[in-house]
């Protein structure tokens, strides 16, 4: 046979396979490798649930590891990664600071990297590709604006408030707090008089509050916690101290999840601001852009409202976390 009329058939005789060929054999399935921050949270378990079902459905082949709110554990869970040669890698970093090292070695292995939810600080920002995640500043100050709003409303009396701070170094009790300060700084009489970590649990979240009670009793005025879960475990804290919580303290938090709307139809939270953990769409779409050599925006913010007490049994209904 013709050498030309050989190669056609021979094309033509592959194609055949290749279009009767299972979509499973025909395309390799993306595999991601994923370093969860832990389960600390109602936000956490729902942004789990969030990238596991999105890989599920889309096919994806996810790698999960959950580094139980220790950075080592991420490191740890990042080289494994790039040992099994996984096509991307993406983590929710527990701190800011002290990724320059591993993220290195990804890129030398020419392994992408997202950053879901937080951010890091590193010198050279081509070590991830995104960072697909809330504005944490914006929502800190939208915190601090209801309270504004609050505080001028109630006759502007002088306000005492205590802060529950997320995970000490991580980007969202940075970012929250930078952000509320922000904008209480314009009113004197809004004064933070004590301020604590409650590592974004609930069980931290009540200790924490126990001693400020213990130590400020009814002196205080509002509460500021950086997530809902602390301001779950704070309620509990205020009504063994015998006060009313959303009443005798006024409280504002972060998150948006089901267990507020809860608290805050009970008459116990004032107000929540929204924090979406529904980040599996995005990140899968980002990351196959990224393998594929696509461009993509380096930063990819979420956009989230806020809701007071006054909205929550309407909004209840609608709530995916
Ligand atoms: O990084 C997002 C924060 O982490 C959420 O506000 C908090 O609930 C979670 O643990």
């Given amino acids: 046979m013709h050498p030309t009329r050989r190669t056609i058939l021979a094309g033509a005789v592959l194609a055949l396979a290749s279009a009767t060929l299972p979509h499973a054999m025909a395309a390799k399935p993306l595999v991601i490798g994923f370093s969860q921050v832990g389960a600390e949270s109602e936000w956490r378990t729902a ?5 596991k079902d999105t890989a599920k459905k889309e096919g994806v082949t996810l790698k999960f590891a959950d580094a139980q709110q220790r950075q080592e554990n991420q490191v740890k869970a990042i080289r494994s990664f790039i040992a099994q040669k996984v096509d991307l890698i993406a983590f929710s970093p527990v701190v800011e600071s002290g990724w ?5 070695e990804a890129k030398a292995a020419k392994i992408p990297v997202i950053l879901t939810d937080r951010s890091v600080n590193v010198s050279d920002p081509s070590l991830y590709a995104t960072l697909i995640g809330s504005d944490f500043v914006e929502e800190g100050r939208k915190a ?18 205590v802060e529950l701070q997320g ?3 991580s980007a969202p009790a940075i970012d929250r707090k930078a952000g509320f300060e922000e904008v209480i700084k314009g009113n004197p009489k809004l004064r933070v008089v004590r301020t604590q970590t409650g590592d974004f649990t609930r069980a931290k979240g009540k200790e924490v509050m126990e001693a400020f009670l213990k130590s400020l009793g009814k002196s205080i005025n509002v509460l500021y916690a950086h997530n809902d879960d602390m301001a779950i475990g704070a309620i509990q804290a205020i009504e063994e101290a015998g006060l009313k919580p959303g ?12 267990g507020a709307f809860q608290a805050m139809m009970a008459g116990k939270l004032n107000v929540t601001v929204e924090c979406s953990p529904l980040l599996g769409p995005q990140l ?12 993509v925006e380096k930063r990819i913010i979420v956009n989230e409202g806020v809701f007071p007490a006054e909205v929550a049994a309407k909004e209840l209904p609608n709530r995916k976390y």
């Fill in 144 to 161: 601090g604006r209801w309270l504004l709003d609050y505080a001028k409303k109630n006759g502007d009396k002088p306000l005492n408030i």
């Fill in 247 to 258: 009443k005798d303290i006024i409280i504002v938090s972060i998150d948006g999840v089901k």
């Fill in 47 to 51: 942004n789990t649930a969030s990238i």
């Fill in 167 to 169: 995970t000490v170094g």
């Fill in 100 to 104: 320059d090292t591993v993220l290195r």
């Fill in 284 to 295: 899968i779409d980002a990351a196959r852009k990224v393998v594929a050599g696509q461009p």
